[in-house]
Structures are given as C-alpha cells and as structure tokens.
C-alpha cells in the first residue's frame, strides 16, 4: 500500500547524527559541524549505546548539552518533532541512523509534518562485524536479535531465521539485547545459551556442539575480540565487557575459513576440515 504524505510547511530541520561504534572519538568532523549548528541536541541510547563513552564526554566534543530520551519518548517522537517544527534539531544515535526500524519511522514522519530531515552517516554494527571476522557481508541473510526471556515470553523467532539463512547457505548476524533502563547488556555466553535452548526445543540441527560460532566482542574499540570456535568450543570462554555480537556462519568460502583461523582463532583442524568440504 503506497503510503500518502499530507505535508504541513515547517521551518524545522532534523538531522539523524550517527555516532559510531564506541565512544566520542568516532563522530564525523561533519557531524561534528552538523551538531554544533543545532539549537537542540537529543540522544537516545536503548537500541545501542557506546560503552567507551559518556554523556559528558559527548557533549564537550559537539559543545553542546544533550537531552537524553527513553525508549518510550523515541518512538512517541513528539518531543523531537515537535522541537523540530521550528528549529534546527539533532538527534544522536549509535551506530548508523537508518538500521533501526525506530529511526526509519521518524523520518518519515518528520517528512509527513514538512521537516526537512538530513542523514549523516556512520559505522554500523551490520558492517562492522563482517569485517572484523573477514566474512563476506553479502553472503549474510537477514539480521535477527535475541531477546532476554521473561516471564511467559522466551522469542524463538532467532533460530527460524538462523535455520533459513542457513538452508541458503548464508550467514547470520546475531544480535544481543539491551535493556538500557536496567543497565543490563546480553553477553554472548548468554545468547549462545538461548540458541542452545532452542536447539533442544525444535531439534533441527542448526546450533549443535560441533557447530562453528563467531564472536564480536566491543566492536570499534581499540581492542574488539574476535573469537571463531565451535558452540563446544566456546563454552566458558570469557568475552569480557558488552558489547557483543555473534555470527552463525553458513557455507564457507575458503578464503573465509582462512581469515577466521587467522583472524578469529578457529582451531587449525576445523579450518581444514572445512576446507575440504
């Protein structure tokens, strides 16, 4: 269904600032620039957040004070459309601005008000992450995220996704949940648990012992981890601090199997193993 603008002349401007991957010291010199022209700076830090960093460090680097919104303030997105209606606003976000759907929803609604919005872009977990590990981004299918389970609520969505990326021999990136209101950030031990879990539960074969996961840890950092070993392998391996990330890995090219045995430590008789394959 064609969505239908009903646009409403504004004097306004949103610009969506990505930060990066880790702290201040990732941010654009035309983000930068971008930011200090705004009359006001809001952040919000729930879909991802940059452990290397603080709001104050944030704010000396742009010189400006940034409000920061919750979850619930963001998806509203009255608070920043409304200040945008006639001033000039920016609005921080990690990673790169479009990956979340949040972000994309926000944009479209500022076009439907007549505010004129403007991208500047930056590092993203989605090609981070490949990179790091020396995979191929297009061979990884479509992204999933595993959620913390509560009460009545266990997701098992992740391993449908796995399991199809896989019978298409592509990659899967997997990423951890974040509850900022708790501080509470999914290690990779945790999530690799979950696929487990589920594994026991549908009994497809897509995470078994021998399977080969990626891990990412503190991407962006000076010193990410980058791990490559088998779910049995992994076990009580510690990644050290969030954020991490994991990669299910499905049909290897050989020069992919090379980078993880040099990049990521896969056990040389793996690699070989797969390279025959």
Not at 13 to 23: M, P, S, T
Not at 52 to 61: A, D, I, P, Q, V
Not at 248 to 268: K, Q, R
Request: negative net charge; contains cysteine.
């Amino acid at each position: 269904m064609q969505r239908i603008f009903v646009t409403h002349m504004s004097r306004g401007e949103l610009i969506f600032v990505g930060l990066g991957l880790y702290d201040e010291n990732d941010l654009s010199l035309k983000a930068v620039q971008a930011i200090r022209q705004c009359d006001k700076v809001y952040a919000e830090f729930y879909t991802s957040r940059l452990i290397g960093s603080t709001k104050n460090n944030l704010e000396k680097t742009i010189g400006k004070p940034i409000e920061i919104l919750s979850r619930e303030e963001t998806e509203k997105g009255e608070v920043i459309l409304e200040a945008a209606s006639n001033e000039k606003v920016g609005f921080l976000v990690c990673g790169d601005p479009m990956i979340a759907t949040t972000h994309i929803d926000l944009r479209l609604r500022a076009i439907d008000r007549g505010i004129t919005p403007k991208i500047i872009h930056s590092s993203s977990i989605v090609t981070a992450v490949p990179g790091l590990l020396g995979l191929q981004n297009y061979k990884f299918g479509r992204t999933t995220t595993l959620a913390f389970p509560e009460e009545e609520y266990f997701p098992m969505s992740p391993y449908q996704v796995i399991k199809k990326n896989k019978e298409m021999g592509l990659h899967t990136l997997v990423l951890l949940d974040i509850q900022a209101e708790k501080e509470r950030y999914m290690t990779a031990t945790e999530g690799i648990a979950l696929l487990v879990k589920m594994e026991k539960k549908f009994g497809d074969n897509v995470v078994r012992g021998d399977s080969i996961l990626c891990v990412v840890a503190r991407a962006g950092s000076p010193q990410p981890l980058i791990v490559a070993n088998t779910v049995d392998g992994l076990n009580n391996m510690d990644f050290g601090l969030p954020l991490h990330t994991l990669v299910v890995p499905g049909d290897l090219h050989f020069m992919e199997v090379d980078a993880l045995v040099t990049i990521a430590g896969l056990p040389e008789e793996i690699g070989k193993k797969l390279q025959k394959l």
